[in-house]
């Protein structure tokens, strides 16, 4: 879990400006979820919170930064930016079986799990199949060669498929 409970029951009304920076709780994070990521430009979050009636906050934010991702075409490292907004509500669930609350009472103190919160934002704006590029060529399922960098020859080896059908055939 990526935790990250802050104090919110003194905001006042106005609000209150929050600045996380630190990347170790990023990199735990990776880590503990076997995330196939690797820092790239810090990932800086720039948060508001506006406390509501009923044990709630509004949070707004950005988060930016980039991390390193893996293509899923052809395996090689590249820079994935983040410039992500966000506006959400948060309060203490009327039901006791949400198993993770964003916000709870902790010795009569209002904390809300911003670590949780952001962490959400970063995995959600994550593509779910990373490219490089659109126009990434993959690898050579025949030899494992980067399209995209290295031709092949395994295009030619295999022919035209309809001749394939006479290449197997015998002569008796
Ligand atoms: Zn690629
Ligand atoms: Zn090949």
Request: aromatic fraction near 8%; hydrophobic fraction near 35%.
């Amino acid at each position: 879990m990526f935790e990250l409970w802050i104090p919110i029951g003194d905001i006042s009304a106005d609000g209150r400006d929050f600045t996380f920076t630190d990347q170790a709780l990023w990199r735990k994070a990776w880590k503990e979820f076997s995330l196939p990521v690797t820092a790239g430009k810090d990932l800086e979050a720039e948060v508001t919170i506006l406390p509501q009636p009923e044990d709630g906050a509004l949070i707004r934010g950005t988060l930016k930064g980039s991390v390193n991702i893996v293509c899923d075409r052809c395996a090689t490292s590249y820079e994935f930016d983040l410039d992500v907004n966000f506006d959400t509500f948060e309060q203490i669930p009327d039901e006791e079986f949400d198993e993770e609350p964003r916000v709870r009472k902790e010795n009569g103190e209002l904390q809300l799990n911003i670590g949780a919160l952001l962490w959400e934002e970063f995995a959600l704006t994550l593509p779910v199949k990373p490219l490089c590029s659109n126009e990434c060529k993959g690898v050579c399922p025949g030899c494992g060669k980067d399209l995209n960098s290295q031709k092949c020859e395994c295009k030619q080896e295999e022919g035209d498929e309809r001749l394939a059908v006479f290449r197997n055939l015998k002569i008796k």
